[in-house]
């Protein structure tokens, strides 16, 4: 997130490919706990795989709400 005197400014193409980047790993992290969990028997193993996939989608949730607060900011064209 890019601050300039105080006021949030658009997101860079770089830093948006890296945010975009962000969503789809924590998103594939999140479904290999899940299906880890689903496979295991042992319950303190898929007591840790359940709060890591809860993690995950929380760390999705966060970096998601922040790309929609720079939507209003965000060009309607684009740059060239």
Do not use: I, R
């Amino acid at each position: 997130m890019t601050h300039f005197g105080g006021q949030m400014q658009p997101l860079t193409s770089k830093e948006l490919e890296y945010v975009v980047d962000c969503l789809t790993n924590e998103d594939l992290l999140l479904k290999q706990c899940a299906a880890a969990a689903s496979q295991t028997s042992n319950q303190a193993v898929y007591q840790f795989l359940a709060q890591e996939a809860n993690a995950h989608q929380q760390h999705y949730n966060m970096l998601h709400e922040s790309l929609q607060q720079h939507v209003q900011l965000a060009p309607a064209q684009p740059q060239g």
